[in-house]
């Protein structure tokens, strides 16, 4: 069975981001280093904010559930303010070398990406098969979604900053991991996202390139497609169908 008899019922593409529609070199080599690089300046610059207020408290959620738990843990001080933006500070950075996806820094990441791409100093990047797929899919009547565990404020910015164009009206939804959707490695987590979506499984093709991502939205009953971008390599019994472009996806008449 080709690939456009088995997407012929699809009219939502649900995308996953690293490795999908972006490089994972533009997120560990671009995005991360960025963030860890303007934390110190941009929380002195904006400490006191509402917005910075926020994701402070964001942060020190996730430090209690820390306390106990980490023999590195760095403190946390309350006063001064000097102190509390250094504990602020100081636990972001201890958060991102342990690689952790935590709800605060996740906030935190997002705002200092949006000055970033304000300024001119980062730009989206997408493979260059994104714009042309995302034409035909929409100019095709299929809607198309985002799930990633980034931030929804990141992959937004990360849409409408691109060097081809802003890309942001071709897509309907954004969904991430902290926003009541759950981990992508659950099949609860796609059929929050198709109720969200008011639309059944079997409507949606979910495109990842981590099989455990695909393994749970099938059991969910999506349609499921591995996107296998350079670099990686096939896996043994596979069980989805893959690409290597999105040019490879098209319907069938």
């Known amino acids: 069975m080709t690939l456009a008899s088995l997407l012929k019922d699809v009219r939502i593409f649900l995308l996953d981001i690293e490795g999908t529609t972006t490089p994972v070199d533009f997120v560990y080599q671009v995005l991360f280093p960025f963030a860890r690089d303007h934390l110190g300046g941009f929380l002195q610059d904006s400490w006191g904010t509402e ?14 559930e820390d306390l106990g738990q980490h023999q590195d843990l760095p403190n946390w001080q309350e006063d001064p303010l000097d102190r509390h933006r250094e504990s602020g500070e100081n636990y972001a950075t201890w958060l991102m070398a342990q690689d ?17 791409y304000q300024l001119g100093e980062l730009r989206g990047e997408v493979y260059p098969d994104v714009l042309s797929a995302f034409e035909r899919w929409a100019g095709g009547g299929k809607d198309i979604c985002i ?14 900053n691109t060097r081809y164009r802003d890309l942001k009206p071709f897509i309907k939804r954004y ?4 926003t009541g959707t759950g981990s992508k490695m659950e099949a609860e987590s796609y059929r929050k ?31 499921t497609v591995l996107c296998l971008r350079p670099g990686l390599t096939l896996p043994e019994n596979l069980g989805h169908p893959h690409i290597e472009t999105f040019d490879e996806i098209s319907f069938a008449n």
Do not use: C, H, N
């Open 51 to 64: 917005e910075t207020r926020e994701v402070v408290d964001l942060l020190k959620t996730d430090y209690q």
């Open 100 to 116: 952790r996806k935590s709800t605060g820094l996740k906030a935190l990441q997002g705002k200092i990406w949006e000055r970033g």
């Open 193 to 223: 996202i198709s109720a969200e979506l008011d639309a059944p499984p079997s409507a949606i093709a979910f495109v990842s390139d981590v099989v455990a991502e695909l393994d749970a939205a099938k059991l969910s009953g999506m349609s």
């Open 175 to 178: 969904f991430d991991t902290t």
């Open 147 to 160: 799930f990633s565990s980034g931030s929804i404020l990141a992959q937004q910015l990360l849409f409408s």
